[in-house]
């Protein structure tokens, strides 16, 4: 049992949710930026604050918290600029699948948030990856009934389409999309597709896995010619070509899937240059983020417990991770 030093909190985990990234660190055996193996590792979680340390005033035991999986440093040259997914010193905290999580000072102070009043932990743990959505949008320069396309039905891919359909135009006020855009949405799997429908997808397209679909797809926009937005949300360099296939003249695609390390993908320069192409690649999420997917998510406007498949003990936490490569499971709530 950790005990909190100056400025640390002692997290009890209500629930941690597991997430595509986890999987990869399981199937990979690390992760480029998050951590480095051996260590604990999950990173979407929300519990109770068991103990504080010395000097900790914000919080008290018994408090319902959720805690962002990174903490920015607040003083370098991308915090300054609002960027802090990108900041310079930005820390990690992995360990969410045990019982108990030591919380760090920079984490206590600037990255845990305080759970709306009747949220469910495992709900308030999809804080993070919707965070994630909300920071990829919000760099998307979506405007209003945009046709979108979004490559992937994972939790991340549904998460997209949660908010593009169902998040109404004033949420939050600066936030743009609204619920007219024209969804579409692929993926191979019949079932996530089946998922994606119910949330709000306009059109649903069962792709190859090897990916060579995009000329397919631009014929199920609204418009015949292609997407306003492509959103990649697999991580496979074949989706990437895809996506970058897919936009209109004008077009943007957000590449929001990290590739395996070391793979690139060509470049169509002529339609780049003379359609006026965006390419944009989302990483990770901002402190604004953060607090607006909680509020999200209290709202009650999303349909989160669609991406809970199973519910399991931490114990049998590789039989989860198995069940997602499997694609059986979207995530699983690990209930300590
Ligand atoms: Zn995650
Ligand atoms: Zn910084």
């Known amino acids: 049992m950790p005990v909190p030093g100056p400025g640390e909190l002692l997290l009890r985990v209500g629930a941690a949710t597991t997430c595509g990234t986890d999987l990869k660190v399981f199937q990979r055996g690390g992760h480029p930026r998050m951590l480095k193996a051996p260590t604990p590792f999950g990173h979407e979680m929300a519990g109770t604050v068991a103990a504080v340390g010395e000097g900790v005033e914000r919080w ?24 802090e997914n990108l900041c310079s010193d930005l820390h990690y905290l992995n360990g969410a699948f045990s019982e108990y999580l030591l919380v760090p000072r920079r984490f206590a102070e600037r990255s845990t948030y305080p759970l709306p009043a009747d949220i469910p932990f495992e709900i308030a743990a999809l804080a993070e990856p919707l965070a994630c959505v909300l920071h990829g949008l919000e760099i998307s320069s979506l405007e209003r009934a945009s046709g979108v396309v979004v490559y992937g039905g994972g939790p991340i891919g549904l998460l997209f389409v949660d908010v593009l359909a169902n998040s109404p135009a ?20 019949p079932a996530r597709l089946e998922a994606g ?7 649903v397209v069962q792709v190859d896995r090897d990916g060579g679909e995009a000329s397919r797809l631009c014929k199920t926009s609204r418009t015949g010619d292609g997407f306003d937005v492509a959103i990649e949300a697999t991580g496979s360099p074949a989706a990437w070509q895809d996506a970058l296939a897919s936009v209109r003249p004008g077009g943007l695609v957000q590449l929001f899937g990290g590739c395996p390390p070391g793979t690139t993908v060509p470049l169509d320069t002529h ?6 192409i965006t390419v944009k690649s989302a990483y990770h999420h901002r402190p604004a983020t953060f607090q607006r997917a909680l509020d999200l998510l209290a709202s009650g406007l999303l349909h989160p417990r669609v991406l809970l498949s199973a519910e399991r003990p931490l114990a049998e936490l590789e039989a989860a991770l198995r069940s997602m490569r499997r694609r059986e499971a979207l995530k699983v709530v690990i209930r300590p």
């Open 271 to 276: 339609r780049l240059h003379y359609s006026e």
């Open 170 to 189: 004033d949420f939050p006020a600066d936030f743009p999309p609204g619920n007219e855009h024209h969804i579409v949405l692929a993926d191979p799997n």
């Open 197 to 203: 429908k119910a949330l709000g997808a306009d059109v």
């Open 60 to 83: 008290r035991p018994g408090d319902r918290v959720v805690v962002a999986n990174s903490a920015p440093c607040g003083v370098c040259e991308w915090c300054a600029r609002g960027r």
